[in-house]
């Protein structure tokens, strides 16, 4: 096993390619994540709107029935 490390060690550009592989692997992922993590975000806050949105109009039609029996 300590022959095999030695041997790895030694090529330096074998290690490298590999760290390489794996940091281009994980910086995949957390694009990915962070592209799920903003779109759950996205999706939060287009809830909140509509949300708002409803109680805007909510209060709309209110004011429309005070304007109705004001007259």
């Known amino acids: 096993m300590y022959e095999d490390v030695y041997g790895i060690c030694e090529n330096v550009e074998r290690v490298m390619n590999m ?11 957390t694009v990915q994540y962070m592209i799920e993590e903003q779109q759950e975000k996205i999706e939060e ?14 209060k709309d039609r209110e004011l429309e029935e005070l304007k109705e029996k004001l007259r």
Request: glycine content about 4%.
């Open 45 to 58: 806050q287009q809830g909140t709107i509509e949300e708002l949105k409803e109680a805007a109009e909510n």
């Open 19 to 29: 760290f390489s592989k794996e940091l281009r692997e994980m910086d995949r992922n």
